[in-house]
């Protein structure tokens, strides 16, 4: 802080002192500027090494960022996306099925929509704070992810119940997903001591605070299976009820925790380094998993992610001048073991971001933060 202050007051010096009191001769008025201008961007050096933020960036380094090759290898599949509903509102981050075909998405305004099998409008369900995992329960009531609430449940008749919104004394900050238990316990995660307004910041800081969690519908009490994730993110029970995948989207990877069997609560990475930044996941139906990418790597994010004096000066500036992501459409394929074996590209990223990918009768459906409508695709084979 002395060498900020060092710099802060040289800069206020030579603004000062360069001052033009009156009407000088040009180039001697030239010259003021031009120093005036040398204290501004002192000024500005100061701000970005020393203004204060919020964050406490850690130290990481990623591995280098695996080429579009072999199973990555691009290509153009994704750009068989048509819509699946019209323009509803921004930001249909997930999609719920009921078991009559009809389903649901959230939207960035707290609004939950329910459509028939066809696409068209229902009506809306329920108003929350920021709804983004869905699944239904087998009574029919619409279980939700609310980044804002936490773990809430809603009944047929709309009524809405919060499940939980902390746990052990700690408030959620952004419930992100949740899948169900094959006995009916609700596996959710809270990613971040951050909000989701703050997600851009999160990813940046990189603090391994997410939390894997669970709710007993029995004892309707909530328990912690695993605190140090790195930006928890989707979660997908495995079809044998035997263990789950968890994504840690800011360290691109998949880990497993198993949940029963001579095995359980251990945990193990199964996919790591992936080129992009995780983010939701679910079960394929055949024993694999289909994982949304909302965007490829960002060369800068990796290249700072070792020094965190410089993680805080990227923080300190306004967001539109911090990364931002490459529109590129991709969805990885797991095997049933949760190692990548195909991909979904659009490089020109038509309906990119993609944060969920819901495979149901045949087809994938996915969901985007930014969109304003769902899309859709014929179930494509991973081979």
Not at 27 to 51: D, E, H, N, Q, Y
Request: include cysteine.
């Amino acid at each position: 802080m002395g060498v900020c202050r060092s710099i802060a007051k040289a800069a206020v010096v030579v603004v000062v002192r360069d001052m033009p009191i009156s009407s000088p001769p040009r180039s001697s008025f030239r010259r003021r500027v031009l120093a005036g201008g040398g204290g501004l961007l002192l000024i500005v050096i100061a701000w970005l090494l020393c203004w204060p933020v919020p964050y406490t960036p850690q130290a990481w380094t990623p591995q280098a960022v695996p080429a579009f090759t072999g199973v990555f290898a691009a290509n153009e599949r994704l750009a068989a996306i048509e819509p699946l509903t019209g323009a509803v509102g921004a930001g249909p981050e997930d999609v719920a099925f009921a078991a009559d075909g009809s389903f649901c998405t959230g939207l960035a305004d707290g609004r939950i929509l329910r459509f028939n099998a066809d696409g068209t409008l229902r009506g809306q369900v329920a108003q929350v704070g920021r709804p983004l995992g869905l699944i239904f329960d087998p009574a029919g009531n619409l279980l939700v992810a609310d980044a804002e609430r936490g773990l809430l449940s809603i009944a047929p008749d709309g009524s809405c119940t919060v499940l939980a919104s902390g746990h052990e004394g700690v408030p959620f900050a952004c419930t992100n997903d949740l899948d169900l238990g094959t006995d009916g316990t609700v596996f959710f995660t809270v990613s971040s001591h951050l909000p989701l307004s703050q997600h851009v910041a999160a990813l940046i800081e990189h603090h391994d605070d997410g939390r894997l969690l669970a709710w007993d519908p029995l004892t309707r009490r909530t328990r912690s299976l695993h605190d140090r994730l790195a930006w928890a993110n989707g979660v997908a029970v495995a079809a044998d009820g035997a263990s789950l995948l968890v994504v840690e989207t800011s360290a691109y990877r998949v880990r497993r925790l198993w949940l029963s069997g001579a095995r359980q609560g251990q945990d193990e990475i199964v996919a790591d380094n992936l080129p992009g930044f995780p983010d939701g996941i679910n079960g394929d139906g055949r024993g694999g998993y289909w994982l949304a990418m909302p965007a490829p790597r960002h060369a800068l994010v990796d290249a700072v992610h070792p020094y965190p004096w410089l993680k805080r000066v990227i923080l300190r500036l306004p967001a539109g001048l911090q990364p931002g992501p490459r529109r590129y459409g991709l969805i990885i394929h797991l095997d049933g073991e949760g190692r990548p074996d195909a991909s979904l590209h659009d490089p020109l990223g038509s309906f990119a971001p993609i944060t969920n990918v819901v495979p149901y009768n045949g087809v994938l459906h996915v969901g985007s933060h930014q969109h304003d409508h769902l899309g859709r695709l014929p179930m494509p084979t991973t081979k």
